[in-house]
């Protein structure tokens, strides 16, 4: 069913015009701080997000002290249907500069490969990105080439926002009550940390996807790990026979790791060892690394692997002493989701009434949809429209905003027919 055209049109511009102003707000996360949030400019986005919830008419609108933001849209005059909630994150990831973002917009895209203008060498081209293709004609949305762009959620929280205002706007679109929550630090795995469980209903949506058509309800089963090697340091003179040089041994145990076995080697079902980082001298040396798989035994297989090494770089390096450390980050969303497959065929037929052919993925990550299905919510995962995140050469195109928006105000329909 398509929308009106006066409320496609009203998407279309609403959404734009959040989007370029909430992606201009710096909001990075920053995992050293152990702070919640991690960051206090994170603030900055909530405070504007508050106002405009209450400028909207929303009611409860709540930001708490660790910059959760809560509000809620009463339902339609006469419907009475389950409340549903819509989660986006407001952090940007550490990994690349979220500071001074400057959207920059190619009108009509011919297909030629994206270049920067603060960075002539950076180009995007359909090598990087296949997805271009289909998107020729269209406007196509990156930042200017020294910082990513912040799709990666700031997209899901401009299509919510948008959704709902159209929501409030145009009457006859008819809808249950709607709770948003708009959470802080999803990007260092401290999204729902914090989070007040009693603020959200049963059923759940984050607004944190790729491409249009993605539908996701399952996630990697995901590990941490901390490897710390302790050597001992004699003077390189005379070291012969004596040292252990910790920082040496390590690299050669992550060498010993399967190369095939990495995200630059993995795609689709398939999971990796993934170093995150390194650190170290010759008397004690650092490995932090994921493990990421979608069926438990497999990663308890790697980890098996890594205990093995262990043993086998101690036997050959008199005097060394390995220290393994593992921490289960999140569990795959699936084991709860399978129990609620309607919410899922909701968000199917919101996406078909909209045209949108429907892609069914696993999430390649993980988020805050798929802690809070562990917490006794089943939050499925919608596409934002966001391509090549954590990069410089991140994009969107403005078309898939558009569609995002339009499938949350007709999920909300569907939710009314249930």
Not at 384 to 413: C, D, N, P, Q, Y
Request: glycine share 8%; proline share 5%.
């Amino acid at each position: 069913m398509a929308l009106p055209d006066k409320i496609t049109s009203f998407l279309d511009k609403e959404v734009l015009d959040r989007f370029l102003r909430y992606v201009q707000v710096y909001t990075t996360s920053d995992e050293t701080t152990g702070t919640y949030p991690s960051t206090q400019r994170q603030f900055d986005l909530g405070r504007m997000l508050e106002k405009e919830c209450k400028e909207l008419g929303l009611k409860d609108v709540t930001l708490d002290e660790h910059c959760y933001l809560y509000a809620t849209l009463p339902a339609s005059a006469g419907v009475k249907t389950e409340t549903i909630g819509l989660v986006a994150h407001v952090d940007t990831s550490p990994a690349v500069s979220g500071e001074n973002v400057k959207p920059y917009l190619r009108a009509n895209y011919d297909g030629s490969a994206l270049t920067f203008p603060d960075d002539p060498n950076l180009q995007v081209t359909t090598q990087d990105s296949p997805e271009l293709k289909e998107f020729v004609g269209d406007t196509i949305i990156t930042g200017s080439g020294t910082t990513l762009l912040g799709a990666d959620d700031k997209a899901g929280v401009a299509e919510i926002m948008t959704a709902v205002a159209a929501m409030i706007k145009f009457q006859e679109l008819k809808h249950g009550e709607i709770r948003i929550c708009f959470t802080p630090d999803e990007e260092i795995g401290q999204g729902t940390d914090k989070i007040t469980l009693a603020k959200l209903p049963k059923f759940n949506y984050t607004m944190d996807g790729g491409e249009p058509g993605e539908l996701e309800a399952e996630c990697f089963d995901a590990w941490g790990a901390t490897i710390t090697f302790k050597g001992v340091s004699v003077h390189p003179g005379y070291a012969k026979n004596k040292m252990v040089n910790a920082a040496t041994v390590l690299a050669r145990f992550l060498a010993a790791l399967p190369e095939w076995e990495t995200p630059e080697h993995t795609e689709l079902r398939e999971g990796f060892f993934h170093i995150t980082g390194i650190s170290g001298t010759e008397e004690e040396a650092t490995a932090k690394m994921i493990i990421r798989d979608f069926v438990v035994p497999k990663n308890e297989h790697r980890m098996d692997h890594l205990r093995r090494l262990k043993e086998m770089f101690e036997f050959k390096h008199p005097g060394l002493k390995i220290n393994l450390e593992f921490k289960h980050q999140y569990e795959n969303m699936w084991t709860v989701m399978e129990k609620f497959p309607e919410s899922v065929n909701l968000a199917r037929q919101a996406m078909e009434a909209a045209g949108i052919p429907v892609k069914y993925k696993a999430i390649r990550g993980g988020t805050d949809g798929a802690r809070l299905s562990l917490m006794g919510h089943p939050t499925p995962n919608i596409f934002a429209g966001g391509m090549l995140f954590h990069s410089r050469k991140e994009w969107v195109a403005k078309s898939s905003l558009t569609k995002a928006a339009t499938v949350i105000v007709l999920l909300a329909e569907q939710w009314t027919k249930k």
